[in-house]
């Protein structure tokens, strides 16, 4: 057997109808070499870097590989300073710098995401890459422009029906189906309402129905079952993240690690606490205490820095209690093993149609 639906094989220049997810603190030059190099996308998350540190990146990835493979980055736009409200963030967190003898009145780190610009736009015209992937929209007009420019494919995330329609007008090759499910930040941009959102099975058809280009589905799809009904209701591809966070070339913390291998008993949410933004992943004990959305949170991507302290306190002793513990709804699914041997094994089992049981 083969996959008919040829249609982001041939747009990407790849074997296997699966994109690694680029994951901001998850995502190594390590695993996106690995994925592309055995016939699927990987991506990197370029939103977690410097453009220097984006460039050096990019030459590990090139350096390892010679097959296609994606950079993403983030468009959103940072916030204006609210003395005020980041001062009652940090007036909330009090009580947890108490219980751990923290300095409280120490100013707190500063947190952010650097949104994409003309200083990441110049790495992308250097580096060329096959695909540039966004979140949260899409960039300005004239850097994207500049983008297409070097003939990458231009993708992006939608959450919502309108969203899919907005990203096709603006000239994207593919559009993701960016499902309830998924871990991590939410791709919305459009509508920050959170009631708008859909499952991936719900958003996929009619997303799929809405746009002329390719869609690929993400969002709670952990193994070829997930796979195979994404490509039945339409999709062209699927984009994995959660299932990547189990691979030995994750760079994520032993804590974040550990959490994920205990998904099973435990249940994800999306929060807005750790960096401003709804994003999904595993309850712990800041987001049960404050609130999984807490009106006191201060924008994207400032929130994180009052938590600094706290996360790097507990985290040294083994707890994940006042971290990102980023996962998508099918964490339970996952299986450690490389990330290049993941993606062709998925592959080959999206490619095996389910056992026949005998009455």
Known sequence: MTFTDRRILDLFGIELPIIQAPMAGGTTPEMVAAVSQAGGLGSLACAQYTPQQA??????????????????????????????????????????????GLDHSAPPPVSGRAPFDAAFCAVVEEARPVVCSFHFGLPEQSLLERVRRTGARIISSATTIAEARWLEERGCDA??????????HRGNF??????????????????????RVPVIAAGGIGDARGIRAALVLGASAVQMGTAYLFTPEAGIPAVHREALRRAGRHHTALTNIFTGRPARGILNRAMREL??????????PTAGGSLSPLRGHTEALGLGDFM?????????????????????????????????QEP
């Open 324 to 356: 990102s513990l980023w996962a998508g709804q099918a964490a339970a699914l996952g299986r450690e093993l490389p990330a290049g041997e993941l993606t062709r094994t998925l592959a080959e089992e999206a490619l095996t149609p389910p056992s026949v």
């Open 190 to 211: 459009l509508s920050e309402d959170m009631t708008t959102q859909l499952g991936t099975f719900a958003l996929l058809p009619q997303v799929v129905d809405a746009v």
């Open 291 to 300: 609130g999984a959305i807490s009106p006191l949170a201060p924008a994207f």
């Open 55 to 100: 460039r050096d990146a990019v030459g590990k990835v090139k350096g390892a590989t010679s097959r296609p493979f994606n950079m993403n980055f983030f468009c959103h736009a940072n916030p204006e300073p609210d003395p005020a409200r980041a001062a009652a963030w940090h007036q909330a967190l009090k009580r947890y710098y108490t219980e751990f």
């Open 175 to 184: 559009i993701i189906a960016m499902g309830l499910e998924a871990g991590g």
